[in-house]
């Protein structure tokens, strides 16, 4: 008897601690759908939010030039702003959780210079590193950020890719990419090197329906994976020793978080350009929210992703009106005021 | 059942910590490893959990050979308690304990009995009222128990405890010392623990394995193979064993003392000084 009401006891103590981290996932994936509406209500022409949900809804009676504003530029915007900055988010926390460290990011193993090195190409040499017509800088930019990725594994391999070692090897590789990058730009023409610069800062607007079907589907496939391994991911935080202790096989989740972290980042890097700070911060602010239970930070992690890039793009178009302002340069002025508010405002340590 | 024959274990090759080392703990038995800083006594704890391969030598942990079995499968069986452990300071204490179950299935999906038997293991350590506290708010002696609390939770044939009571008063010492002991002899556990107080070692104990060097230097029941000169021998401190009220304990004497030269001053029969 004194057993049953124990463990009775014991469900209501799990059950408090669920429910606070269920209030805060679902509350915050509330603001998605006002800043989702607002994303694609606000632009260079105007659209009333009431002309936005019935465009949204397949009205017929509305005019030609609506029907074309938000279907072909405003949706895709606004849902490549939800869908990267979840996998940002989403990449970040996974580098985190396998680098151990909080300052760890997509772009902590040199990702971005690799791809943005991979883009430079083209634009100077006109190499195309897969033979494919269209897109070249595209999937140059993927080919070398996945290349960059595969030798961080390869060298880390050598000395049990440990934390330290990935950290290191990533660091290396990266610091080797920003210098070729920074060759080929000394090499580049005027015009080249503009290009090569406004491809680099990040933009949105390069959205496209079958980019957003690639990273949706990037993003379902890792996202699901991960919040499978949850328990796993949440055991390395306490070291590989102990993590070993409770049965995971330390090299293969991190080896499998590190792929997914590295598809989810070079894909948003090669499709919409170099955008900081969010998978950095998205993380930190979902982890003061619900804790360390990965069940709900690999989730919770994606939602203020979304919602910090969703802000970002609101926020670049109202800066200066008449002006889309490159989103990589908005996410910090952005997210930093709201981040450091998070941190001074949370007495307690946290990481 | 725990046989180790013939162990030579180390970090690298050529430097063995561990060096010739043979025990065997049976269904229900408790070994106390004891010995100095640097003896080997983790080491064997990491072998027989499978984090380190051996050298050289036998292992069979619950009939398994720990360096050729999946961290799953031991993981299952296995209970290990580290010293301390590095945790993330949002880590809630029921989370951790739960930590321990879910960790080796795989799966995100918790089930009530997780819950439930994670809960109990904490009441039955006395620290239930821990269960929705952050690890980082708790004391060295209080996460000590909550890391017993997850290997205990797991129900495992086979308990490593690497100095479980280091950090905890000296009620909590012996409170958590016979817990272990009756769950072993109740349950059916193999458990090795690896001390620093000997006397501890000795009150809950079946055997002990005295280290020195990487070497066996005495193994058996306490009061068979441990002596004022086996003590001396392993940790230069000169020592006496005297059974008091039937009890064997192990009184260290040391001429550095800055309390030298009392006179017997029927220090047992004085009150507390107010």
């Known amino acids: 008897m004194a057993t049953h009401s124990l463990a009775k006891q014991g469900l209501v103590v799990y059950h408090r601690l669920t429910r606070r981290r269920r209030l805060a996932l679902a509350a915050t994936t509330l603001t998605l759908i006002p800043l989702f509406l ?36 405003r949706l895709p915007v606004a849902l490549a ?15 985190q959780t396998i680098l151990d460290n909080p300052l760890a990011s997509p772009y902590t193993l040199g990702v971005s210079s690799a791809a943005a090195f991979g883009a430079a190409l083209f634009y100077v040499f006109a190499v195309k590193i897969l033979p494919i017509a269209d897109h070249a800088a595209t999937l140059n930019a993927f080919a070398f950020a996945a290349f960059a990725c595969w030798l961080v594994y390869c060298i880390s391999r050598f000395k049990g890719f440990t934390p330290e070692t990935l950290v290191l090897a990533g660091i290396a590789i990266g610091s080797l990419f920003h210098a070729l990058l920074a060759f080929v730009e000394y090499l580049a023409s005027e015009e080249t090197l503009q290009a090569i610069v406004f491809w680099m800062f990040g ?44 049965g995971v096989d330390v090299k293969r989740v991190r080896l499998l978080a590190f792929a997914s972290s590295a598809l989810l980042t070079a894909v948003s890097v090669s499709f919409y350009g170099i955008i900081g700070f969010v998978g950095l911060v998205a993380p930190h602010m979902a982890r003061i929210l619900v804790g360390e239970d990965h069940r709900f930070l690999i989730p919770q992690s994606m939602v203020m992703g979304a919602a910090l890039l ?7 178009k109202t800066i200066s009106p008449g002006a889309v302002i490159p989103i990589g340069i908005v996410t910090s002025f952005i997210g930093v005021p709201f981040f450091l508010a998070l941190i001074v405002a949370k007495k307690r340590r946290y990481w | ?3 180790v024959e013939r162990l030579w274990a180390g970090y690298k090759p050529g430097k063995p910590v561990v060096k010739d080392v043979s025990f065997r ?23 027989l959990a499978g984090f380190i391969k051996p ?43 739960m930590l321990g179950r879910l960790a080796p299935r795989g799966s995100w999906k918790v089930d009530s009995e997780d819950i439930e038997v994670s809960y109990e293991t904490l009441a039955l350590l006395g620290i239930e009222h821990l269960a929705e506290k952050r690890l980082d708010e708790l004391s060295t002696g209080q996460r000590q128990l909550v890391l017993l609390a997850q290997a205990l939770a797991k129900k495992p044939r086979i308990l490593l405890l690497d100095e479980p009571t280091a950090s905890l008063d000296l009620k909590r010492q012996h409170d958590t010392m016979q817990l272990i002991y009756d769950l072993t002899k109740e349950q059916g556990i193999s458990t090795v623990v690896v001390h620093h107080d000997l006397n501890l070692a000795i009150d809950y104990s079946d055997k002990v394995l005295v280290l020195n060097n990487g070497k066996v230097k005495a193994y058996g029941a306490p009061e068979e193979v441990l002596s004022s000169k086996l003590v001396q021998e392993v940790y230069g401190v000169e020592a006496k064993l005297v059974v008091v009220d039937g009890l064997l304990r192990i009184i260290t004497l040391t001429n550095r003392s800055c309390r ?11 009150g507390p000084r107010n």
């Open chain 1, 38 to 73: 607002l994303d694609i209500s606000i632009g260079p022409t105007p659209i009333g939010l009431k002309d936005v949900l019935n465009v949204l809804a397949g009205c017929h009676s509305c005019s030609e030039t609506l029907h074309t504003i938000v279907w072909s530029i």
């Open chain 1, 81 to 95: 702003a939800i869908v990267t900055g979840a996998s940002l988010g989403l990449a970040g926390l996974l580098m």
């Open chain 1, 203 to 246: 933009s949105l607007y390069k959205a496209t329906w079958s980019k957003l079907a690639v990273s949706i589907a990037v993003l379902l496939a890792t996202a699901s994976t991960a919040v499978y391994a949850a328990w796993k991911l949440e055991a390395l935080r306490l070291g590989d020793d102990v993590a070993q202790s409770l």
């Open chain 1, 310 to 316: 969703s802000a970002a793009s609101i926020a670049c």
């Open chain 2, 1 to 3: 059942m725990i046989v």
């Open chain 2, 25 to 47: 703990v049976g269904v229900g038995e408790i070994l106390a490893i004891v010995g100095p800083n640097g003896a080997g006594k983790s080491t064997i704890l990491r072998c």
């Open chain 2, 55 to 97: 050298l050289k030598g036998r292992i069979l942990v619950a009939g398994l050979d720990p360096s050729k079995t999946p961290a799953k499968t031991l993981a299952k069986i296995i209970g290990y308690v580290a010293p301390d452990v590095k945790a993330p300071p949002l880590l809630t204490v029921l989370e951790f304990v």
């Open chain 2, 260 to 270: 030298r030269g009392l006179q017997d001053a029927k220090l047992e029969t004085r």
